[in-house]
């Protein structure tokens, strides 16, 4: 009857851990298309690291683990994407913030004359 119980326990597990992977995965691929590896190296790597752990501990049937690596990559990968949006904001912010300093020197040339 216990190893009845252990089986069934187990098998309620691998559902949410394979899907917890799954949208981890995603994530990274989400954080990669919006350029998570180039504005935030670090949180990139660490998701992709810790989603391949995710990986390894569902193929070795340690599902706890599994949803627990799969939860810490999908967060590493939305910091990532987070980073990677803010700071291209911060570059068309400053980019604006450029072309109005143009303007208003030429503003100013033009009173001047």
């Not at 009857?1 to 597990?13: F, G, I, R």
């Not at 569902?58 to 590493?76: E, G, I, S, V």
């Not at 300093?101 to 009173?111: G, I, Q, T, Y």
């Amino acid at each position: 009857m216990a190893t009845l119980l252990a089986l069934s326990a187990c098998h309620s597990l691998k559902a949410p851990a394979t899907a917890d992977v799954a949208v981890s995965q995603a994530a990274v691929e989400n954080a990669t298309r919006a350029d998570g590896t180039e504005f935030a190296p670090a949180d990139m790597r660490s998701a992709r690291e810790k989603l391949a752990l995710a990986k390894q501990a569902l193929a070795a049937k340690d599902y706890k683990a599994a949803t627990d690596y799969a939860n810490q990559a999908q967060a590493d990968a939305k910091l990532a994407q987070a980073k990677a949006g803010s700071a291209k904001a911060q570059a068309v912010s400053d980019t604006l913030q450029d072309d109005i300093r143009v303007l208003r020197n030429e503003l100013d040339r033009a009173r001047a004359q």
